[in-house]
């Protein structure tokens, strides 16, 4: 039993929906979300710097006395997690990564699209799951431009980001997708926009944040690290942006 927290990081909103996952499914375990803010978005940025940016956020997490870190970023799994892992060696690390094996062994059209930054397109783990899961399957892969700094900006109803999503999405389905991955966890925030361009054709979208959430599960049964079941559960949200990030974070996670 441990009742210390579950810290958690992405370059800024996005891991929030993986945020939302634990809180729901793990109400007495506290949360610490370090949105970066500062250095946002990740997606096309040099490895070097992810790097850099994934052990700083570890560091501050590792002070806040974190039993486990949820890279809840794409982006910074498919850089940093293998380097993370041999830095840290006793903490408990969960990635993030598109959820393409569930969506090839699925597709009944035999086309999968997969959306996300430019640096988890080129992830080890993603391309060798596509090499296993993705014979005979053709896979669309775009790289969501703009997507993140729709959400980093509440513009996620604007009719300009429905234009954004609309430009991506459309060839996708043209190239006749019948599941779209979300392989960036800022995107589920724009996952209205997204059904909403799909409209009524038979595509399916899918995301990681559930199989995320029970990874988790398992791995603080693994290390026997549940809090008590009587644990005052406290949320925290920090930045290395300014306070008026972290509270926009903390509204974001609870949807206000
Ligand atoms: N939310 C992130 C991801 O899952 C990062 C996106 C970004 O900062 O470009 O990849």
């Given amino acids: 039993m441990n009742n210390n927290p579950i810290g958690i990081y992405d370059s800024g909103f996005g891991g ?12 007495n375990e506290s949360l610490v ?6 250095n946002c978005p990740y997606g096309s940025q040099p490895p070097e710097q992810i790097m850099q940016y994934a052990t700083q956020s570890v560091e501050r997490l590792l002070e806040r006395g974190c039993k486990m870190i949820v890279v809840a970023c794409n982006t910074a799994t498919a850089v940093a997690i293998k380097y993370l892992r041999e830095k840290y060696p006793e903490v408990p690390f969960v990635g993030l990564e598109p959820a393409v094996k569930p969506a ?15 640096r988890s397109l080129q ?16 896979v669309v892969k775009v790289v969501g431009q703009g997507f993140v700094e729709a959400v980093e900006s509440d513009a996620e109803s604007l009719p300009q980001t429905e ?9 996708i389905i043209e190239a006749g997708a019948d599941v779209i991955v979300l392989g960036c966890t800022h995107y589920p925030f724009l996952r209205a926009v997204i059904d909403r361009v799909i409209g009524d054709r038979a595509v399916r979208v899918i995301d990681s944040g559930e199989a995320v ?17 009587d644990n005052q559960a406290q949320y925290e949200f920090m930045t290395f942006a300014d306070e008026a990030y972290a509270e926009r974070l903390r509204r974001k996670a609870f949807g206000e």
């Fill in 123 to 138: 992830g080890e783990k993603f391309l060798t799951t596509l090499a296993r899961y993705g014979e005979g399957v053709e």
């Fill in 213 to 229: 959430e029970k990874r988790v599960e398992s791995l603080l049964d693994e290390y026997d690290m549940r809090a008590s079941e």
């Fill in 104 to 118: 090839c062994l699925t597709t009944k059209s035999g086309v999968v699209g997969v959306v996300a930054t430019e």
């Fill in 33 to 38: 979300y370090l949105g970066d803010g500062k």
């Fill in 16 to 27: 929030l929906s993986v945020w939302r996952e634990l809180y729901r499914a793990l109400p």
């Fill in 163 to 171: 234009m954004l999503v609309r430009q991506t999405i459309e060839p």
